[in-house]
């Protein structure tokens, strides 16, 4: 298989973040990156191999939840708004 890099221009506070939010989570800058992109991080071929904090699995379980309730107040919304044209 082979790789290709690619570059991605940000500034100093951008930067600065994405390296806070990795260490954060434990895992390279760029396995960081990867994950953000959809794509599997370098450091873990397999998902068994993945262990997420109790913590950020409740964070992240949240979100899901709000994603989902944002969508359907979202999709309410479009519907009032196509009722009403």
Do not use: C, F, K, N
Request: aromatic share 4%; no cysteine; glycine share 6%.
């Amino acid at each position: 298989m082979g790789s290709t890099t690619i570059t991605i221009r940000v500034d100093d506070a951008e930067r600065d973040d994405l390296v806070a939010r990795a260490e954060r989570e434990r895992i390279s800058l760029s396995d960081y990156i990867r994950v953000r992109l959809g794509l599997r991080g370098h450091g873990s071929q397999r998902d068994d191999e993945v262990q997420i904090d109790p913590e950020y699995e409740a964070l992240r379980e949240q979100l899901v939840e709000h994603e989902r309730r944002l969508r359907a107040l979202e999709d309410d919304y479009a519907r009032r708004r196509a009722g009403t044209s």
